[in-house]
Every structure is written in C-alpha cells, then in structure tokens.
C-alpha cells in the first residue's frame, strides 16, 4: 500500500442559529489494491480543533458521495443532514487538490475519480465548460507572477501575551485575526450580480491578542431628502411609458399629462407657464423671481444605501521576557507584511494584500456571543509607537520595552437585515449578532 496523504484543512459552518459554529476537516486519501489487483483509494475525513491543523482524528470513512461516521464523531454531525452534506461536499474538493499526489497514469485517476463519486470527471462529453471561478483565476494568472519574496501562505501562528490560552480555565477572553489569501467576487452573468465569495476560507496565520478596552462598533446606513415635483413626476411616467410602450404611446402620454397638469392648475396656469418656461431656459427660479412661489418639491428622506463599517484597535505590547520579545516582533511583521500590497514579477500590475477576519473569543474558546461579529475585513491603517511612555528605552538586546500597535479595519461588505438571521436569536439565549 503506497504512502497516503492528507489535504489541506477547509472550514464548514454546521448548525443554525445559536447552535452555528465552524469545524475544520481535512481528507485523507490512501492508495490500496483490492484483491483483484484493481488499484482503489481510501477516502477519510479527518476533524481538526482549529485551522492550524491542532489535534486530528479521523471522524468517518467516505465512498462516493457517502460518509460512514464512527465513533468519534459528534452528534452535531451525525445528526445534522445539511451538515453532512457540506462537510462531503469539502471532502470532495479536499480530495482533488491532492489527485496529481496519488494519480499519475490516466487508469489511476480513473480509479480515483470513482473512488471520489465523480466517475466523468475529465471525459470530453462531460467535461464542464470553464466556470467563472475559473475565468477570474486565469485572469489573476494572467496578471503575472508574484515578485520573489511575496508571502501568500505559511505565516505563523502567535500570540501575546504569551499565557493567553496556556490554561483556559484560568486564562482571558482574546480576540483573534486570522489573515486570509485576499479571494475576488466572481460575477454571475446571469443574474448580473456577484457572488457572496467564501469566508470560510482557511487561515494563512493567526494572531492571538487580549481584547482591548474601549471596543465598539457603529452601524449606519445612509438616508438623503429627496424631491419630486409634479412635472418631475410627469416626465418620469412619459419616460416609463416610453421604455415599456414606445415612442408614439409615450406623445400621447406627454399630452395627456399636460392636460392633467394645466386643469389641475386651473387658475394658477400662469404659474404652471413660468415653471415649464423656466425648465426649458434652463433657469428653476423663474417662478420664485416672478410669483415668490415654489413648485411643491414632494420631500421626503429616502433610503440611499449601507455604508461600511471601520473598527480601531489599540495594544499596548510590553515584553516581559526575550521570547516574549521575539513575538512581539513577529506580530508587528505579520500585520505589516499581510495588509501590504502585492506586486508582481514584471511590476506590471498589482494584487490585493491579504485580509483578515475577526472575532471575539471567549476563555474556553467559543466566539463570544455578547460582542459584536466581523464580516471580512481589510486592514486599511497600521502604525506603531515605539516609544509609547515618552522615552527612548530598550532591553539589553536592543528590544524596545513597549510597543504601542494601533490598527484600522473596514468590513469589505456592508450587514444586510438577513446576516443575523431570523431563528430564535430573541430567545432566551440572545446573541448581539453583527
């Protein structure tokens, strides 16, 4: 039996509501030879307790598009249909990205495609046209390489200080950044609308930090007063009728109007005049300057869309030991280098930096639930102190005794009404949401 190996992690959300949470699997996948001779793959999922691969152990055997779960398990899988489905979904997925490992000759992918569940895979008669997934990755291609020294995966782990989670029955509440490869929207031509892109994408790094006094968050959505005089309106109707009718529908509509118009202004037809002679001089204030009136404006505020929302952190980091110092460096390289832009090999063209999710932890680990939640986030503003307390002061390598990071996030997306749900969230175990 030749070697097996594992794919990389991915992340699925099972569960609604309150009971919601992310878990983390992997697939392994193990070439074997039955006793025909016909050669086969063994296809295991594996549960991690993290991104960062922490823990591991082997959850269930998959054939196809089956899942048989052990022992090890939880309930919240086996008896969870759509989580199941998601998490064989990810297998799937997991398994191709480790094909070219295990597959070398056309009879072994073959072999593996069946093992998978997707028997047609790579067949001309079957073979899917090219997604739009896949025509914004060849687009990216076609940007050029990443110039030499880029960092896009395998950045570290860290935490500060450093017995933040050493002991969760004793230890804080923290608030996590995992960095992520920056993934474009892709554009659905049929809907002409962009997709949500996944945020469940798996950490490049992490950095753990204690949660930092004066947090907060703000909500906003933009309203403006808007006005629609009665000729406004009139326009606008001769212009619908226009699209939806035709031109000569739409004369007989301006005419109709102008009927309207002039009987409903009775005895203030003069009036009526001095605003369609002003409209067409091109000057609104004729009216006002002859009669000191005003066309009726019809105000009223109206909804102009969401806005953003930014959040500010503050840290203050005072190494207490070498090691702890040596972090301390690493978490201000590790925001520096991820929020920082990407360019590529010719210089021709450059990539967005990588972005972060946020979120509130609490001692044992699980996302608090009484603070607010991220969506996906850019780190638009990134600045250190190094002299904090007002003095130039070091340790004797040369380490500054104190650090003062300040950090400015911007969601990439705006909090929609149905981001927070409607299940049992006013129950009797609230949450805040967003």
């Not at 960062?52 to 919240?76: F, H, L, S």
């Not at 759509?82 to 094909?99: L, M, P, R, Y």
């Not at 395998?154 to 200080?161: H, I």
């Not at 309207?260 to 005049?273: E, P, R, T, V, Y």
Request: net charge negative; with cysteine; aromatic share 8%.
């Amino acid at each position: 039996m030749a070697d097996p190996v594992t794919s990389g992690i991915k992340q699925t959300s099972i569960g609604e509501g309150k009971d919601k949470k992310t878990i983390y699997t992997a697939t392994k996948v193990t070439p074997t030879t039955d006793e025909n001779g016909k050669k086969t793959y063994k296809m295991e999922v594996i549960q991690y307790d993290d991104a960062n691969g922490g823990g591991g152990t082997v959850i269930g055997e998959r054939d196809g598009d089956k899942i048989t779960y052990n022992d090890n398990a939880g309930d919240d899988i086996k008896k969870d249909p759509k989580a199941q489905e998601s998490i064989n979904k990810n297998s799937k997925e997991a398994a191709k990205d480790v094909k070219n490992d295990v597959a070398t000759t056309s009879e072994e992918k073959e072999a593996f495609n069946n093992s998978n569940g997707s028997p047609n895979e790579g067949s001309e008669e079957d073979k899917p046209t090219a997604t739009t997934a896949e025509a914004t990755a060849a687009t990216n291609a076609a940007a050029g390489e990443t110039a030499d020294g880029t960092r896009n995966e395998a950045f570290p782990t860290l935490t500060y200080p450093s017995t933040l989670r050493e002991d969760v029955t004793k230890g804080q509440d923290y608030l996590k950044f995992d960095m992520l490869k920056y993934a474009p929207k892709e554009f659905d031509s049929e809907s002409f609308a962009f997709a949500d892109r996944d945020s469940n994408r798996a950490a490049i790094g992490s950095v753990f930090l204690p949660i930092p006094g004066g947090i907060q968050d703000s909500t906003a959505v933009s309203w403006g007063g808007q006005t629609m005089t009665p000729l406004d309106m009139a326009m606008a109707d001769a212009a619908l009728t226009g699209v939806s009718k035709g031109i000569g529908e739409m004369a007989r509509n301006i005419g109709n109007k102008a009927q309207n118009l002039a009987g409903a202004a009775s005895d203030n037809q003069d009036a009526l005049a001095a605003v369609i002679a002003g409209m067409a001089a091109g000057g609104q204030q004729l009216l006002t300057r002859t009669t000191g009136a005003i066309a009726n404006p019809n105000m009223e505020l109206l909804f102009n869309g969401p806005d953003l929302r930014t959040f500010s952190f503050q840290f203050m980091l005072a190494p207490r030991d070498k090691t702890e110092a040596k972090e301390v460096i690493r978490i201000l390289r590790f925001f520096k280098q991820g929020m920082a832009p990407i360019r590529t090999k010719a210089r021709l063209f450059m990539k967005s930096p990588h972005t972060f999710r946020l979120s509130y932890h609490n001692a044992k680990g699980d996302q608090h639930k009484y603070l607010n939640k991220f969506k996906e986030c850019a780190l638009a503003g990134f600045g250190v102190n190094y002299t904090p307390n007002g003095n130039y002061s070091t340790y004797e390598d040369g380490v500054m005794t104190a650090y003062q990071m300040t950090m400015t996030y911007r969601e990439l997306k705006p909090i929609y009404n149905d981001d927070y749900g409607n299940g049992d969230e006013f129950g009797k175990d609230p949450s805040v949401g967003f």
